[in-house]
């Protein structure tokens, strides 16, 4: 999978972890269902975490590259084009 498929997707299941725990919060009645609902959403944020750090990494030396940069164009660390 190319990095930035795999970045996209990791922020996409991240924010669909974070609409979660909104709704749980907002829209389950009851407590322990509510917070089942959000515990779900929470797990979900984590996985996209954890794909993100799997993906967001140079294909050329492996190291993770600076998540708040989008549009690299460099890798930092090695200075290969990545695309």
């Not at 989008?70 to 200075?79: D, H, L, S």
Request: a positive charge; one cysteine or more; charged letters at 15%.
């Amino acid at each position: 999978m190319n990095f930035r498929k795999g970045r996209n997707i990791a922020w996409a299941v991240w924010a669909i972890g974070c609409v979660a725990v909104i709704l749980s919060a907002l829209l389950i009645p009851g407590e322990g269902a509510k917070f089942a609902g959000m515990i779900g959403g929470v797990v979900i944020m984590v996985v996209g975490a954890l794909l993100l750090f799997q993906y967001w990494r140079c294909p050329h030396c492996n190291e993770v590259l600076p998540i708040r940069e989008p549009k690299i164009q460099f890798c930092p660390y090695c200075g290969e084009k990545l695309d």
